[in-house]
């Protein structure tokens, strides 16, 4: 009997996977797959940015983008380099549209405005970025982060940039802070803008690989919705609620609904912020996000306040509308009714990749407004901390075929229903779970590489259901194909039989395991069943990462077929056991 050809199987739910590289020359979608001797992993390390354009207002996000790379030395037995042996650079990339993001600069000739973030401001003679947060970067140059220097985009000259960071314990280098905007330089919007990310030998120059990888930045915020004259945030009569300048330009209609939110504050809070433009929210208001001296928590004029998630999300979450009754954010509402207000989605789609297509929303991973807002303890009585109490992937992938919770293998909800506060579900299987105490987004797995080095960035996990998607680039370049990196000959030259996987997966697309994987299954046949199934007919973690073409001895020895999404069982190739 020839063995069942399982080499498609691609856990699409696994987290962790060390395959980062391909021989193949094939593709999805005509992106050219890197080859040589090395590879490079590089993701976005929250899959979305913010940041706001204008900066004469108040300011929640500067533009302040990071992207994490790991290079990997092929071999039978791959190797992760470190700072002292590889130099790691990044530049701007032109994408399959013509797109390319060179610089967050006004252009000399002012067709356009991308940002006044270094610009002066006429009021303080001061620039933007001065007044709110007392430095002085050059143009192009972004804020700092901790000890790290201020980092830059490419400019217009695109001139390749160094991480300015590498953190050993992750074997990781590091760009934090990079201050791009979702402006091309055609002065298009481009929230996905690609930055070419290389790996070069230290004493020679020569470059070893390099790979494309996305950048998401977006400024699409709605605050006009409730807070323009005469919408629900700007009702007030005692309040002098500005008007837009030009009713016709989108900023001008943003500035003046920002003027409003001012306002507002100060009649609630006897706060005097509409006098102290430009106002940072984080200021008062502690943001992660904002941390930028590493204090992890409160510090001066943030003691006292809350957290600015908390403020954002429990405030608001409360709020009814007074012609109605009813909740302004109704918590079985849709996205566009509820996170899309403020995030960005309506346009940009921030949720997008394999969870966006399977129809999982913000709150199957988060919980409602109060929920992420800590209005509800979570089960140790503790309140919920912004940016620390977020989801695990074990919460919803809670097991294998043979071991897992509910009726489906994956849940689609990280939390139980009868839980207010959204608490992250538990499980005692964690064949799928990131790191103990550390979120997906910094876990690392087997033979070290980071979670989304394989998987794609948090809220972007590969594949976006959109082939031509620049998110798709990097997995298409690095593998041949989209989707979770799945093939083991992208790092190892050589591998012998096992499930020493990540997951305790097998070999995939490896002909030695064509003619090998029986005896595994003789010798341990739970260790197949956990991914094929009890009943060997495949389930959704034996689905196939690319169109195969296998040989069976059935038949005279036939070719079977077996297309993409393909859930592997015994029976496409031959009988069960």
């Known amino acids: 009997m020839n063995p069942l050809k399982t080499l498609s199987v691609a856990l699409s739910c696994a987290l962790l996977l060390t395959a980062c590289g391909g021989e193949s020359t094939s593709t999805d979608n005509g992106v050219p797959v890197v080859s040589g001797s090395h590879r490079v992993l590089a993701f976005n390390d929250l899959g979305m940015h913010c940041a706001d354009l204008d900066y004469s207002n108040f300011v929640v996000l500067p533009p302040f983008n990071v992207v994490h790379?790991?290079?990997?030395?092929?071999?039978a037995t791959?190797?992760?380099l470190d700072n002292s042996e590889v130099v790691v650079t990044y530049k701007a990339q032109l994408d399959a549209n013509g797109s390319i993001t060179t610089t967050s600069q006004n252009p000399p000739s002012g067709s356009f405005t991308k940002s006044n973030f270094w610009d002066i401001n006429p009021a303080t003679g001061n620039t933007y970025v001065f007044d709110l947060f007392g430095i002085n970067p050059q143009p192009d140059e972004g804020l700092t982060q901790q000890e790290m220097p201020g980092i830059l985009t490419p400019y217009s000259a695109n001139d390749a940039q160094v991480f300015n960071g590498f953190n050993s314990a992750k074997s990781w280098f590091s760009a934090e802070g990079i201050p791009i905007l979702p402006v091309d330089d055609s002065g298009g919007t481009q929230a996905y803008p690609l930055m070419r990310v290389n790996a070069a030998a230290p004493s020679s120059g020569e470059d070893l690989a390099s790979v494309d990888v996305v950048l998401p930045v977006a400024s699409e915020a709605d605050c006009q919705n409730c807070h323009a004259v005469g919408e629900v945030g700007a009702r007030d009569s005692s309040i002098a609620f500005v008007f837009p300048d030009d009713i016709t330009d989108p900023n001008s209609v943003l500035q003046a609904a920002k003027e409003n939110i001012l306002l507002l504050h100060d009649k609630k809070h006897g706060t005097d912020l509409h006098n102290q433009r430009p106002v940072l929210c984080a200021r008062c208001h502690y943001s992660a996000a904002l941390d930028l001296a590493g204090n992890g928590?409160?510090?001066?004029?943030q003691i006292g306040h809350d957290m600015m998630s908390q403020v954002m999300h429990?405030?608001?979450?409360?709020?009814?509308?007074?012609?109605?009754g009813a909740d302004l954010f109704p918590a079985d509402g849709t996205l566009e009714e509820t996170c899309y207000q403020c995030h960005p989605g309506k346009i940009t789609k921030c949720l997008r990749g394999a969870m966006g297509n399977a129809g999982i929303v913000c709150q199957n991973c988060h919980g409602d407004m109060l929920a992420i807002g800590g209005v509800f303890p979570l089960?140790?009585?503790?309140?919920?901390?912004?940016?620390?109490?977020?989801?695990?992937?074990?919460?919803?992938?809670?097991?294998?075929?043979?071991?897992?919770?509910?009726?489906?293998i994956r849940l689609t909800q990280a939390w139980d229903s009868s839980d207010n506060s959204a608490a992250p579900r538990s499980v005692n299987n964690?064949?799928?779970a990131g790191n103990s105490a550390e979120l997906y987004r910094n876990s690392l797995g087997h033979g070290g590489v980071a979670c989304e080095g394989c998987h794609g960035s948090t809220h972007a996990i590969w594949p976006n259901a959109q082939n031509s998607s620049n998110d798709n680039v990097a997995a298409t370049q690095i593998q041949g194909h989209t989707g979770t990196v799945a093939e083991?000959?992208?790092?190892?030259?050589?591998?012998?039989?096992?499930?020493?996987?990540?997951?305790?997966?097998?070999?995939?697309?490896?002909?030695?395991?064509?003619?090998?994987?029986?005896?595994?299954?003789?010798?341990?046949?739970?260790?197949?069943?956990?991914?094929h199934g009890n009943d060997l007919n495949g389930t959704v973690l034996s689905r196939a990462a690319a169109d195969r073409d296998y040989q069976s001895d059935d038949d005279g020895g036939r070719t079977v077929h077996v297309s993409k999404g393909t859930e592997v069982g015994c029976t496409l190739c031959h009988a069960r056991p």
């Not at 790379?69 to 071999?75: D, K, T």
């Not at 928590?297 to 004029?301: H, L, V, Y």
């Not at 429990?314 to 109605?324: A, E, N, S």
């Not at 992208?490 to 064509?514: E, F, I, K």
Request: with cysteine.
């Open 69 to 75: 790379s790991q290079v990997i030395e092929r071999g």
């Open 78 to 80: 791959p190797r992760l």
């Open 297 to 301: 928590g409160p510090t001066g004029d």
């Open 314 to 324: 429990g405030y608001h979450g409360r709020l009814k509308d007074p012609d109605t």
């Open 379 to 408: 089960p140790d009585g503790s309140t919920r901390r912004p940016w620390i109490d977020e989801p695990r992937c074990e919460s919803c992938h809670t097991g294998d075929a043979l071991d897992h919770l509910g009726a489906d």
């Open 430 to 432: 964690l064949r799928f």
């Open 488 to 531: 083991c000959a992208a790092c190892h030259t050589s591998l012998p039989n096992t499930l020493d996987g990540p997951h305790g997966m097998h070999n995939v697309n490896s002909s030695s395991w064509d003619l090998g994987h029986e005896d595994f299954y003789l010798r341990n046949p739970n260790a197949c069943k956990a991914c």
